[in-house]
Structure formats: C-alpha cells, structure tokens
C-alpha cells in the first residue's frame, strides 16, 4: 500500500486549498477512504470519510461546509478541497485506509 498526499502550504485565513493523495499497491476504487489530520502537539482527528463509488460523504461538524472529499477512481487519486481555511486547520493532513495505512501526511498552514 502506498499513499502519497501533495497539494498543502502556507494560506491565509479564508483561503483554500486542494490536496491530492495518490494511492497505489491495493484496490483503491473498491475501498473506503479518509483524510485524517493532525495538529501540533494533539492527537490524529478525522476529517472526513468517502465510499468506495464516491457517493457518500462524512465529515464532522468542525469543517462540514467547507472541506469536500471526492475521488477519481480512474486515476486512483482522492482529493480534499478546503475552504474558507482557519488557524485552527494547521495541521499534517493524511489520507487514510479504512484497514490504518496513511501516507507521510503533507503540511497545511494558515496564517497571515
């Protein structure tokens, strides 16, 4: 299994950014898949889950509104679009296998 998230940076507050991760080595279009973050100094929080067709969605209420999940299949890429960002959304965002297996995370920083 090899998962391996681009697309983070430096941001300023409301602004947005997409993060890919791309994945390969096990049957991605049939599993569900998660992006996970991690804050500095506190633990791994969920932030969003999507089936293995792509047609549901969760998120938790800290970013519902305005992170969407989504995949591509054909390309075996899954994708985090992030707006309105906050301070409070730095962190190291993971994407994630229902079975634990995460990449090396990419860095999501906001600030002015």
């Known amino acids: 299994v090899q998962l391996v998230e681009s697309g983070g940076g430096l941001v300023q507050p409301g602004g947005s950014l997409r993060l890919s991760c791309a994945a390969s080595?096990?049957?991605?279009?049939?599993?569900?898949m998660n992006w996970l973050r991690q804050a500095p100094g506190k633990g791994l929080e969920w932030v969003s889950s999507?089936?293995?067709?792509?047609?549901?969605?969760s998120y938790p209420d800290s970013v519902k509104g305005r992170f969407t999940i989504s995949r591509d299949n054909a390309k075996n890429t899954l994708y985090l679009q992030m707006n309105s960002l906050e301070s409070e959304d730095t962190a190291v965002y993971y994407c994630?296998?229902?079975?634990?297996?995460r990449g090396q995370g990419t860095q999501v920083t906001v600030s002015s």
């Open positions: 994630a296998t229902n079975a634990g297996n």
């Open positions: 080595g096990f049957s991605f279009s049939t599993s569900r």
């Open positions: 999507i089936s293995s067709g792509g047609a549901s969605t």
